[in-house]
Structures are given as structure tokens and as C-alpha cells.
């Protein structure tokens, strides 16, 4: 599969902007972009650190994937994104190797990039996102 690099990091909060402030006032980071994703039932706020972006999502639906999480867990580190090239054949290569997949097929995330996630039962627990930004192959 071969990712070029850890895209972003995913994290669950209660409150977006408190989570912000604490990126922006403790770790200096700048937050560029908050969007909300209703396909996720969540809102999201991106940070840049080197190559690698920190996701906040706040669960805008209490029944959504990240209210649950919250419900279960609490706040903390939900997914892990791999940046991949042809997501729809890394989908099928770890189809064949047994991996359970959540998404069969690609659907669209924050930022306009194509996500999918694979079952954490298959991956020692780590809910992993694979993403491909094609976007920047056109521009
Ligand atoms: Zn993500």
C-alpha cells in the first residue's frame, strides 16, 4: 500500500472551540479551516503541522460516529489517516488480505478528499482512515 505519509490525525472533542484554543494558545498552531462534514455528522477544524494535519471533530449529532465515540471513550485520538494514491485499489488489496472494511467504496471527507476506513477489529484496535487528495492532480 505504501503511504507517502500520515495525512492527518484524527481527534474527538466535546467542544470544537475550546479544543482550538488550546492548539492555537498552548501549541501555537494556526487553525485554517473549519468545516463542517454532514455526511460525518461532525464539525472539523484543521491544523498544519509539517505534512501532517490535526482533525478536531465535534460531534454535531449525538447518534453520529463521533457522539458514540465520545459516549464510549470520551475525548482522545479516534483515526489515524494514511495519505494513499488509488484508494479504490488499496480498498481491494486489503479486501483480499482479509482486512474488514468499513467503507467498500470511497466517499467524499473534509477538504474534498476521498476517504475510507478500515475495521479497527483488523487493525490491533486503531480505527485507520485511507485518503487520497485528487484534487491536486488537476490543479
Ligand atoms: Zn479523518
Known sequence: M???HIEHIGIAVINLEDAISFYEKVLG???YNIEEVPDQKVRTAFFM???????????????????KFIQKKG????????????????LMHASKLGITLIDCKP??????????????KATSGVLIELCENKTHLTG
Open 2 to 4: 505504501k503511504p507517502s
Open 29 to 31: 498552531l494556526t487553525c
Open 49 to 67: 503541522v509539517g505534512q501532517t494535519k490535526i482533525e478536531l471533530l465535534e460531534s454535531t449529532d449525538p447518534e453520529g460516529p463521533i457522539g
Open 75 to 90: 475525548e482522545g485520538i479516534h483515526h489515524i489517516a494514511f495519505s494513499v494514491e488509488k484508494i479504490e485499489e488499496q
Open 107 to 120: 466517499r467524499k471527507g473534509a477538504e474534498g478528499l476521498d476517504i475510507a476506513f478500515l475495521h479497527p
